[in-house]
């Protein structure tokens, strides 16, 4: 791909949804809601670090779970609904923590692909401000069905020679302290920053964003460090720092040299784009691919990770989408090239368990078009297990940790009384094998049972 702005290759992805979305996809549909449902005799794993429970049921009561009882002792109360859910399991409902909905029409279809996935939960981190505004505001008031959203609106880049609606183009620190109030003032609820960024402008963003109350996440741009990006207090770095390898580039024993290459790069992209010429990919290639590999330094990773978890700086992997970045157009890589990305990859993936370990916090998502082949939420669990999580650290990263992630642990996140009813029924048992939560019986958003025309197809990697 010869295009470096990670948000432009979102734009050619969201062109895709576009034209996916409106062919093969039937609509879901909330079935009339009980004021009463139960949920008899299914096995519970709850996701807040009990052992999974066998044979209960689950009264919930205006859209909230009320009781949880053995199955042998629960009465059915006058007028509910039942489901019988014998030899099932139920989950909370998954959260896609790194999701494009694009423009409305587009992103109200998308809205009913992520249901079938038995997603309940989405964080929008770059789409046209008015557009997700409405989006999340329709699903709040159940306008549309859809999953819960939190949102960004637009990216915030530096100086670009062209504008989209995706992201914001700021020319200076001070029209990026503007852009951060006036975000705010729309309602966003986080503000997210990418590559393009320099660091004068990143750092005025990071702390407008502190002195307004609001989070900021995103990549790490090749012009800041992984240390002073936690330091500022980014709340998550997406895709383990971006197309920069900001985090990989942090473990290494030649981090200044390397950090140098990234921001002569980035001055380099700038220029071309101006020219309107094509951008260089160094990035992408074996000469800077190889040097990051090969100088890994297991204390500095370490250190790092420490860093991250002292500043509560969390990780959105994406580990799916990190997959496809050279699958887009291999021709225009050589053989090298590729040897390096699979190099690379492999070692992203062995932070993973690394971070685990050290508590830093981890959040599931795809950054690809729902139902994406290869690329549902799915797929980045599993990426996740073999990664060297547990089935239930993994399943965690779609439910707890993105309750936790948001301040909304006391409504959201695990299967206990007087959490939000958002729940998926499951025919296996994802803790014995974690493709499992792609055998969706039901959808539970908000109390309500979703309809679900068609069976999810699973793609597992």
Avoid at 127 to 144: A, C, H, K, M, N
Wanted: charged share 20%; with cysteine; aromatic share 6%.
């Amino acid at each position: 791909m010869q295009i470096f702005v990670w948000v432009l290759m979102k734009l050619r992805t969201l062109g895709t949804i576009a034209i996916t979305v409106l062919t093969p996809l039937a609509s879901y549909a909330q079935q009339p809601p009980a004021k009463t449902l139960l949920i008899r005799d299914v096995a519970v794993i709850d996701c807040a670090g009990h052992p999974p429970l066998s044979g209960m049921s689950i009264l919930i009561s205006d859209g909230r779970i009320a009781t949880i009882a053995s199955a042998s002792e629960m009465k059915v109360p006058p007028n509910a609904r039942v489901l019988e859910a014998h030899g099932k399991y139920l989950i909370p409902g998954l959260w896609n923590m790194h999701v494009h909905l694009g423009a409305f029409d587009e992103g109200k279809r998308a809205l009913s692909e992520y249901l079938g996935e038995g997603i309940t939960g989405l964080r929008d981190m770059g789409s046209p401000l008015d557009d997700v505004v409405r989006l999340r505001r329709e699903t709040d008031d159940g306008t549309i069905l859809g999953p819960h959203l939190v949102i960004a609106g637009p990216i915030i880049q530096g100086p670009l020679p062209f504008q989209m609606p995706m992201f914001i183009s700021v020319k200076d620190a001070a029209a990026a302290r503007r852009t951060v109030q006036e975000l705010k003032r729309r309602g966003v609820d986080f503000i997210k920053v990418q590559d393009a960024i320099p660091h004068d402008i990143y750092v005025a963003v990071g702390k407008e964003a502190r002195l307004n109350h609001i989070s900021f996440v995103g990549h790490i741009p090749p012009t800041v460090l992984p240390e002073e990006a936690s330091d500022l207090g980014q709340h998550s770095i997406e895709h383990l720092g971006g197309r920069f390898w900001g985090v990989l580039v942090g473990a290494s024993s030649r981090e200044s040299e390397l950090h140098a290459q990234e921001v002569d790069m980035y001055h380099k992209i700038l220029s071309a784009l101006v020219q309107k010429e094509a951008p260089t990919t160094e990035n992408m290639r074996s000469r800077f691919t190889r040097v990051v590999v090969e100088s890994y330094d297991a204390e500095k990773a370490a250190a790092l990770i420490a860093l991250f978890r002292k500043n509560n700086t969390w990780q959105c992997p994406t580990l799916a989408v990190l997959h496809t970045l050279w699958s887009d157009d291999e021709t225009q890589y050589t053989s090298e090239d590729l040897i390096w990305a699979d190099g690379l990859l492999r070692k992203l993936t062995e932070l993973i368990p690394l971070m685990q370990k050290a508590g830093v916090g981890l959040l599931a998502g795809t950054d690809l078009a729902p139902g994406a082949k290869n690329g549902t939420i799915h797929d980045e669990l599993a990426l996740m297990v073999d990664a060297g999580l547990t089935p239930m650290q993994a399943l965690q990263t779609a439910t707890y940790n993105p309750a936790l992630f948001l301040g909304k642990l006391n409504t959201l996140g695990t299967v206990e009384p007087g959490k939000l009813a958002d729940l998926v029924l499951l025919d296996g048992n994802p803790l014995d094998d974690i493709h499992n939560t792609a055998r969706i019986s039901t959808v539970i958003l908000r109390g309500a049972v979703i309809s679900r025309p068609v069976k999810l197809n699973p793609n597992p990697l």
